[in-house]
Each structure stands twice: as C-alpha cells, then as structure tokens.
C-alpha cells in the first residue's frame, strides 16, 4: 500500500538485505545487519521497533548453513524460528507488517509440478525444520499483518553463493561435474528484493506467497548457463547427480515453486531465471569471483 513508507531490513548486511536496500535507495528505510540486532533478543527488538516505528519490516536474517544445521539445530532454530517469533510479537499491536522470507526446503522435494502455497510441508533437513518453525510462528502471532514468502536457490553480489563457487571453479578445473537430478528455479537476489518490496507496497491479504525467478532448471543447467555468461564451453560441465556427492543435509530433488497465488492477488512475477543470471552478469554482480 503507498501508506507504507518507513522500512526496517533485518539481516540488512546479507546477501538479500543488502538488495533490499539497494531496492529502497533514497527512501525512509532501516537497515539493522546481524552486529546490529540480534532478532531473537525481545528487549533488542522491542526497543527498535519502538525507535524506528516501521511500516513494514522484511526479515531478511537467517541461518542458511544447511549442512552445519544438521549437527547445530539449535543455532539455526535460534534465528531462523526463534527470530521471527520475536519479531512477529514485537509487531503485534502496531500498524506494520512483517515479511518473512522462507525457502523451499520447508518442503519433501519430492513432487512432480509446482509446489503451491498450500501444498503440505515435510522438511527432510534441520534447516527446513527450523524454517518452518518460523513460518508458523509468524503466520500464528501476526496473523492479519503479515506475508511468509517463499524463495529459492538465491544468488547475488554479496556474500558466498553457487554462482560464484562456479566462477571459481572454472578457473580451477578443466571440467566440473554438477548435480543433474535436483530441480529449482535459480533466483537473482536483487530481483528477489524487488519483488519483496513490491509484496509490502501491495494491497495483497495476508498469507504465504512464492516469489522466484519464473521458469526452472538443473544444478547442471545453471552451471552450463553461468558458462555461457564466462564465454566458456559449456560441454566442459559433466553431469552426475546427488549420490556422486553425499552431504550432511539432504538437499530437495524438486525444489520449482508455483506463483500462483501471488499472480491472483496481482503481482507481477520475477523475470525468467536466464534472463535474470545474464543481466547479473552484465550488472558486474560476479567482478570478485
């Protein structure tokens, strides 16, 4: 809603965070990165929501460390639950609302079409467990003033992500074998961002949303892409699938989310995953490798 004009980033200093705010350059927006608040801290919280009185907080903070989840739940329930929670209190009563960003491992990862806003969870991984747990914290205390939104397979400029460990790699390798049998929609951070700010500035009813890059894809495909965008053969990438690589965590075979429910209330979708790789590209997102 235009009304909507003071916002609060948490986890500001992140990869998405740091999108949101490029998103929001020039407007009434609070950035807070993880030295700045602690989002399982109430007292931290309250005092700031009290401070900054936002219209709209977009809780960008979170424990992605899917492997090390696996053996330190706590800590990833901590922020990941525990957080929103807090956060989700702390706006009960006031005229904010809350966008928490969530994933796609909330689900099993094993269906064949688009996993819809509604469709049943089934976390297989510490990590989605936590996740969820701050899902439905957030939908139970901040029922009529919040968006949960799910996203994917997200990559940008800052912090460590696939495209870059790619890059890396092939500078390093004569060839690279990737995965080949998980499936997902690769998503640009800074598209991302965008979509969340378009999700508080909406009039869309409270509730679970989707948003990633349309369209979907490989591990081994968005590593042939990301060759493409290096003007380097993609035949130099292998494919080999996810027993080749055994991992703490087990990662979703099927990860494609469906925008359904964020087309009906009328949101535009984000752009086509490769369109998306290739202006991130162009945009110099990659220039550290």
């Keep these: 809603m235009s009304d909507r004009t003071r916002w609060l980033i948490t986890g500001a200093s992140g990869q998405l965070g740091t999108d949101l705010c490029a998103a929001l350059a020039g407007e009434d927006v609070h950035p807070m990165g993880r030295g700045d608040l602690d989002i399982a801290d109430a007292a931290a919280v309250a005092e700031v929501i009290a ?23 706590n800590a990833a329930y901590r922020v990941n639950a525990a957080g929103p929670a807090v956060l989700a209190a702390a706006l009960s009563g006031t005229a904010a609302w809350l966008i928490h960003v969530s994933t796609d491992y909330v689900f099993p990862g094993d269906a064949s079409r688009p996993y819809e806003v509604g469709d049943s969870t089934g976390p297989k991984s510490a990590y989605g467990r936590t996740k969820l747990a701050g899902e439905i914290a957030v939908r139970e205390l901040l029922p009529e003033a919040s968006y949960v939104v799910r996203t994917a397979w997200v990559y940008g400029a800052t912090g460590k992500n696939f495209v870059k460990t790619m890059i890396r790699l092939e500078r390093e390798h004569e060839t690279v074998s990737v995965v080949d049998d998980q499936r997902g929609s690769p998503t640009w951070s800074a598209d991302l961002a965008l979509g969340l700010v378009a999700q508080g500035r909406s009039a869309a009813p409270p509730g679970i949303y989707h948003c990633t890059n349309s369209g979907d894809t490989t591990w081994f495909g968005f590593t042939q892409a990301i060759f493409e965008e290096l003007a380097t053969d993609p035949a130099r990438v292998r494919p ?50």
């Design 240 to 289: 080999t699938t996810t027993d080749a690589f055994p991992r703490p965590a087990p990662r979703p075979a099927y990860s494609v989310l469906s925008d359904a429910a964020s087309r009906t209330v009328g949101l535009r979708p984000l752009p086509h995953w490769r369109d998306a790789l290739h202006r991130a590209f162009a945009a110099g997102a990659f220039r550290e490798g």
């Design 51 to 73: 401070r900054v009185q936002p219209d709209v907080v977009v809780n960008a903070a979170a424990y992605t460390a899917v492997d090390a989840a696996e053996s330190d739940e």
